[in-house]
């Protein structure tokens, strides 16, 4: 018989309301979040999802990617026309010889689990169709053409296995598949150049190695073992370029000749990360893109004189994504965020220095409905070379936010750890700022990249609780900024931002008000017993072994799951539950967890979803949710 106790944890476990909608699991979940999810998608008219690509499909204009379909489009304001119609969701297209003729290959993921599968399209009967040429059961990453387009090189991963296997083949449905190399950890194909040969770079036993391999002969040849991985990289003759971080603080540009393999520096000492480079199509080019914080500059480097053209870098142009030069090599196609407007899509001529959107005829937003970020940063607990060590951060200010009115706070944490928040338009994060009054922060805790090597280290293994001090700090100086309201604060993340959400909900219960986890890690311990096996050795590069009982002890003491019972704030968990990098469990567990302590904890299972969400209508509810949910908890006067 149970106890008295037991029935009133049990009862107390139970959420108050449930429903399945398709599908999508819904706990403690108001019906009204599905119409603040579509207030959130109809907020700002934008076209940021079609995504210019570099290659086109018509003999003039450009070809776009959007949700999973091919369009084109003629004139910057011309209308996007649908070019290709698969009842297959396309990902990641790009031009080949399919079976001896013009089409394209692409990568589909059914369900979010991330075991993308290989697809060759080609046109029949004026129609195009595709098959699928990668192994069944496999994942399948960084797909990459030789310059004719004869042949497609893949990294493979067997369900459930570690080990991952580089394959070549032609791009056409029943072609052999010739195994070039095998490894415990996943190659990254960096480029497949001319006389077939891959520049690949890996992760190693012991630090990280860049090699080639002849996609033919399958023969290697090895070139470099870093203490730091290769960023990118390409061949260009009988030389590699490639970035890295493995010979000082920052991202650099370096060179290597095949001959002896030494590396040269060929562009570095500016003080920012490089952040991404991209190889013209006759491989004469190099655009090089700086990241300056708040935004990026472009250059252009010629490689036979190896000077940069006009000189230097562009002035700061806004956060940039997406870029590779147009089909022609005339011009850079990206997608652009700057001050003012939403993310745009469209060309970049660095010989003018002007940016063309290609909108397809929608007009242009008021800046008034756009909230524009303020950059700064504030002291954390440690100290260095003598002064409190400083903590870059966003923030997004609502207008009319004074000592007055001080405005409410939502602090937004980012994923990762290794990465960045910038000021790319977030249409979730704009609508708190414009519609709801809540002033958005995002702050870059130890561990961000973006600031040098030694600040993206600062919270690896048994230094992993150093972060969630910066949150601390960053509660502290929200409660002395007189136009915020330091009674008022819930925090939010996806991925490891939702461990640091519900950490610093574990550790700060009297100053944060509520915390959201998207796909977030809960116990790391536990995530990386249940994360899939061909991530596992790179995790535990990042967070340690649990294996190692000392490590173990110390994931225990910041685990947010083990530290539930100190939890009485309200929570909402979202998840994906075909997610395989942060398994259903570690949301499971918690939203049991903190309802043992009489807590309303929201919760949203996507059955056919994984750590994205892709499909609109759960995309709604996971928005309308957490509007729901702030309102509740930041805006109620219960």
Known sequence: MLTACAVALAAAAAPATRQQIGDLLLEDIPAEAESYGRAVADYVDTRPSYE???????????????????????????????AVDLPERIENPRPAQ?????????????????????????????????????????????????????????????????????????????????????????????????????????????????????????????????????????????????????????????????????????????????????????????????????????AILDLATGHVQGGGFSAPLGVIADARFTHDGAALALSLSRNGHPSENGVYDWRTG????????????????????????????????????????????????????????????HGGPASQSRPSFNRLYNYYVMEMGVAVVQPNIRGSTGYGRAFEQLDDGERRGDAIKDIGALLEWIEAEPNLDASRVVIAGGSYGGYVAMASLATYPDRIRGGISRVGVTDIATFLQNTEPYRLANRRLEYGDERDPLMAAQMALISPLQRAHEIHRPVLIIQGANDPRVPEQQAEAMVAAVRQNGVRAGYLLAGDEGHRFENATNRRWRDGAQVEFVRRVLLSDN
């Open 354 to 413: 002007t940016f063309t959107p290609w909108s397809g005829g929608v007009e242009p937003q008021s800046a008034a409905r756009i909230a524009t970020p303020i950059e700064f940063t504030y002291p954390s607990f440690d100290r260095v070379n003598g002064s409190a060590r400083q903590i870059p951060a966003l923030i997004y200010l609502p207008l009319g936010a004074s000592a007055e009115t001080p405005a409410p706070v939502l602090i937004a944490a």
């Open 52 to 82: 210019m690509l570099n290659w086109r499909l018509g003999a003039s204009g450009y070809t776009f990617l959007r949700l999973g379909n091919l369009y084109t489009a003629e004139t910057p304001h011309g209308p996007f026309r649908q």
């Open 98 to 298: 399919v079976c001896g003729e013009p089409g394209f290959l692409f990568t589909r993921d059914e369900d979010g689990d991330e075991y993308d599968a290989v697809f060759a399209a080609k046109a029949v009967r004026g129609a195009f169709v595709a098959h699928e040429i990668s192994p069944s059961g496999t994942r399948n990453a960084t797909v990459r053409t030789n310059p004719d387009g004869s042949l497609v090189a893949y990294a493979s991963a067997r369900r459930g296995a570690g080990a991952w296997e580089l394959i070549v083949q032609a791009p056409c449905q029943g072609a052999a598949r010739s195994v070039r190399d095998r490894s415990n950890y996943q190659p990254y194909i960096e480029d497949f150049g001319a006389g077939n040969q891959l520049l690949i770079s890996r992760q190693a036993d012991t630090g990280h190695v860049l090699y080639t391999i002849d996609g033919g002969s399958g023969v290697s040849r090895s070139l470099l073992h870093l203490a730091e991985p290769v960023r990118q990289g390409f061949l260009v003759g009988q030389r590699v370029l490639f970035t890295t971080n493995a010979f000082g603080e920052y991202v650099e540009l370096y060179s290597a000749d095949f001959a002896n393999a030494q590396p040269r520096r060929l562009l570095g000492g500016l003080g920012h990360d490089i952040e991404q480079i991209i190889l013209s199509p006759d491989r004469r080019k190099l655009a090089i893109i700086l990241n300056e914080g708040v935004a990026d500059s472009i």
